[in-house]
């Protein structure tokens, strides 16, 4: 019994240090501290973050909330993958769990009646996005890679991907979702899933004026006003931007193995070496998860936020079974061997009705 207290103790510490949390001149700072493995985030980080942000809303002494991540390298790289994989191959439960409990997480932060500012330093990927794009006021710097990178391992972007990137201009956000692909600052801008450029090194001076801040009634006002001293909206050269008329042309083709094939055929714009590039790595990814990626992304153009976390809960209650991500990170996360399995195997093997499949009865979990 001793032995078990003690170590249920350590286990409370060492939660408590994965995610800090302080309060500053009437500002809620919480910082995702697990910088070795670039902030990657567990139930029990969720579990903290959630119910963190709760006592602060709850809390008349607290105007604002930053989010960030520590270290030079991630404000969140994502989901603890590894521990998912873990939880489904002995039979448990966490993964099932962790879905819920992280879409409500992120969800609330959409919502979340105080303005949140996000400080995406380093790479956001996955979850890391999840928690950032419900944001008020979202940070970029030089170092920032932003990407829904999960059909690399077999998965379809989540924690509101099918609502977020589904609103993007035009077919940028079916490009982003269905390839993986990571992006930096400028383009971040541009596609409008930042808001703000900084330079990382001058967040010291950031934080100080955060603590020197007079409030003049309306965080939300001050903290732009801030900001509006310090950052950009806008950065020149957004490659994005001279790839917009081949991305719209080929990402609104009416699916998958249309777009890579067209890729290969067709240049739009001077964009041929770019459309062999992404067709070479399209055929890396799985085809199911692309297929239904595209699929999801067209239905979230026409859902609600709420909508769109539960057509993914929809998803993800059939995916560990029937999709390809167990596979997926076997290939990449636990043997290393990157040969993966992907069941299709090609994207002529798709099967469309497998694709709608995973969609069916989706009507009847919102309505």
Partial sequence: MTAQVSSEACHAET????????????????????????NAITLQMVRRMASQLQAWADDPQVYAVVLRGAGDKAFCAGGDIRSLYDSFKNGDTLHQDFFVEEYALDL???????????????????????????????????????AMPEVAIGYFPDVGGSYFLSRIPGELGVYLGVTGVQIRAADALYCGLADWYLESARFADLDRKLDDLQWQGSPLKDLQGLLAKLAVQQLPDAPLADLRPAIDHFFALPDVPSIVEQLQEVTVADSREWGLSTANLMKTRSPLAMAVTLEMLRRGRRLSLEQC??????????????????????????????????????????????????????????S
Avoid: C
């Fill in 15 to 38: 939660l408590q240090d994965e995610v800090l949390a302080e309060v500053r001149n009437h500002i809620g700072h919480l910082t995702l501290n697990r910088p070795a493995g670039l």
């Fill in 108 to 146: 609330a932060i959409h919502h979340y009646r105080k303005p949140v500012l996000a400080l995406m330093d380093g790479f956001v990927l996955g979850g890391g996005m999840g928690l950032v794009q419900g944001a008020d006021l979202r940070v970029v710097t030089e170092r920032s890679r932003l």
């Fill in 309 to 366: 976390f539960a057509l993914e809960l929809h998803l993800d209650r059939q995916w560990f079974e029937r999709g390809d991500l167990i596979e997926g990170v076997r290939a990449l996360i636990i043997d290393k061997d990157k040969s993966p399995r992907w069941n299709p195997p090609t994207l002529h093997a798709l099967n469309p009705s497998q694709v709608q499949s995973f969609f069916d009865h989706f009507k009847k979990v919102v």
